[in-house]
């Protein structure tokens, strides 16, 4: 059995947008070319891919798993397609990464222009979410991820170490004061961050002579995502220990003020993930080489 890539491409177009009105526009192909295309995959591979209903589009759970390998498959056929191009800096095919949000929008997002005119072959996909997404099973190429990492089967680059700081609104602090020492955070609110909703303690994280320590702390306010938590502040809701890469344009301008300097949440790692593979492509190595020349000059602790 031999498949066509053009009709692998359509299938992952499909997967990708749950749709095949929009997989069709977006192709420049008769909405009835990619059905009968995604219909003959079927017929030979011998299983459903997709769930179809008068309303969605989903995969099915043999359509995850050639997904995911279509993407790999592809990725190679890009990779081997550009292999004799005559300028060593060309790079084209699809890149799909993922980083945290503050990380995107305080540096990356800004250098980006450079890198896609650098190489303007290459088709960029850059999702920003503070969840932890499935790098194998989402099709991404690599992520960034700040802080402790999983145990996981993925190759993990460090790239260094992230400081944070203390910071509260000016307006907060004319409100309830400035805190100088630990104990005087028994009087403050802290603005808790989580993962996700639910029971759970507001600590202060610091170090003291080495060792990392916590400080139970009163909140009224538990975030699940960095925008919220940078807005609580801003709006006066209490304190927050970030890191300092996106803070500091905001202490700059005044509209965050540090605290408790000598009580810094301890610094984060920073990290580069990808699958385990034989050889990575081109695009992506050039991709994780970018990244980190950018965050190069933010991060502490370089191996």
Known sequence: MSMDLGALRTFVKVAELASFTRAAEQLGMPKARVSTTVQQLEAELGTRLLHRTTRTVRLTADGEQFRERCLLLLADADELQSLFQRAPGALRG??????????????????????????????????????????????????????????????????????????????????????HTLDDLASHRLVRYAPGLGAGPALWEYQEEGQYRTLAMPSALTVTSSDAYQSACLAGLGLIQAPVIGMQPLIDAGRLVRVLPGFDAPAMPVSLLYAHRRQLSKRVQALMAWMDEVLAPFLAGKP
């Not at 799909?96 to 960029?124: C, N, S, T, Y």
């Open 94 to 179: 699809r890149l799909r990464v993922d980083v945290p949000i503050g990380m995107a929008q305080a540096v990356l997002m800004p250098r980006l222009p450079a890198f896609l005119a650098a190489h303007p072959q290459l088709a960029l996909e850059l999702s920003t979410t503070d969840r932890r997404v499935d790098l194998v099973h989402e099709g991404f190429d690599c992520v960034l991820r700040v802080g402790a990492l999983e145990a996981s089967e993925l190759v993990a680059r460090r790239l260094g170490e992230l400081a944070q700081v203390n910071v509260a609104s000016p307006a907060y602090l004319a409100l309830h004061g400035v805190p």
